[in-house]
């Protein structure tokens, strides 16, 4: 008797997926999360954490504190982002729509 289970569909081409980096303003966010993930990676795996504090020349524990440390602000401060009106100012000016005759 023949299989009644659907046949496979074919392997479409890949996506882009959620860790693929997105436009360069939120960049710095992307950035942020990727390091965060990595970090957990590495406290909630022991054999992570004794390889990258053999790494370090580190106690275990204090490449654990180091990590979790870093977790707070992984990549640094956000960059500044101008006002809004500044913004809309600098847009209206290069395109010259904001240009009084």
Do not use: C, F
Not at 7 to 27: I, M, W
């Amino acid at each position: 008797m023949p299989s009644q289970r659907a046949p496979r569909r074919a392997r479409t081409a890949l996506t882009p997926s959620s860790s693929s980096p997105p436009p360069p303003s939120l960049l710095s966010e992307w950035a942020a999360g990727h390091h965060r993930d990595t970090n957990a990676t590495v406290l909630g795996h022991y054999d992570m954490l004794l390889y990258a504090s053999t790494a370090e020349g580190a106690a275990a524990g204090r490449t654990r504190y180091s990590l979790l440390t870093k977790m707070v602000d992984p990549v640094g401060s956000p960059p500044a982002i101008a006002p809004a009106a500044a913004l809309a100012k600098a847009v209206l000016a290069k395109t010259g729509a904001g240009a009084r005759r």
